[in-house]
């Protein structure tokens, strides 16, 4: 880091070591509540600097979302993510992979603020499907939205058995592996 910070803000060597310092402070030191500020003064000079590339700021923002929610700040978290999220469905599509990994960690940061119901609608209404076909079903990121559907379900204080095999039923039908004839419930 030390090495670019002479150089101007405009050098893209300089934003890249902002971006990996604060990266490495969050995931290689542990250290996310240092990660923060400089995560943050990344996106300020990307936003100064680089307005022009919304996905870059995207996911600079999203960095940022992630950093939140390590460092106990989930509602702040969640409102970027929402905002990362709408962003990027408008600009690339539902069914690009980074806007269906924005929203499988849209689903992960409600399920830690407990919107079971939501995070439920999100994950199994639109980002799956979505996901099994663009991606594949046994792409990680779908097996990740599984999961936390899965951690959606059995979390929520109300689920019941019955609850679980009614979505199981209604989760199979959506991929069309049984007719819906043949289907008892």
Request: aromatic share 4%; glycine share 6%; with cysteine.
């Amino acid at each position: 880091w030390k090495t670019y910070l002479g150089r101007p803000e405009t050098d893209k060597y300089r934003f890249a070591a902002l971006g990996t310092l604060g990266n490495a402070l969050r995931f290689g030191a542990g250290r996310s509540e240092e990660a923060l500020p400089v995560l943050e003064a990344n996106l300020a000079l990307l936003r100064r600097y680089w307005s022009d590339d919304e996905q870059v700021i995207l996911a600079a923002q999203h960095n940022i979302a992630n950093c939140l929610e390590d460092v106990g700040r989930c509602d702040e978290a969640l409102v970027l993510l929402r905002e990362v999220y709408a962003r990027r469905v408008a600009t690339l599509g539902v069914s690009h992979e980074r806007t269906i990994l924005c929203g499988s960690n849209l689903v992960a940061s409600m399920l830690s603020l407990k919107l079971w119901d939501e995070a439920k609608s999100l994950g199994r209404d639109h980002l799956l499907p979505v996901a099994r076909q663009s991606l594949g079903a046994d792409h990680d990121e779908t097996l990740k939205i599984n999961h936390r559907l899965a951690a959606a379900l059995v979390a929520h204080p109300e689920c019941t058995r019955d609850h679980l095999r009614l979505n199981q039923h209604q989760s199979v039908l959506a991929r069309g592996l049984i007719s819906t004839q043949a289907t008892t419930l």
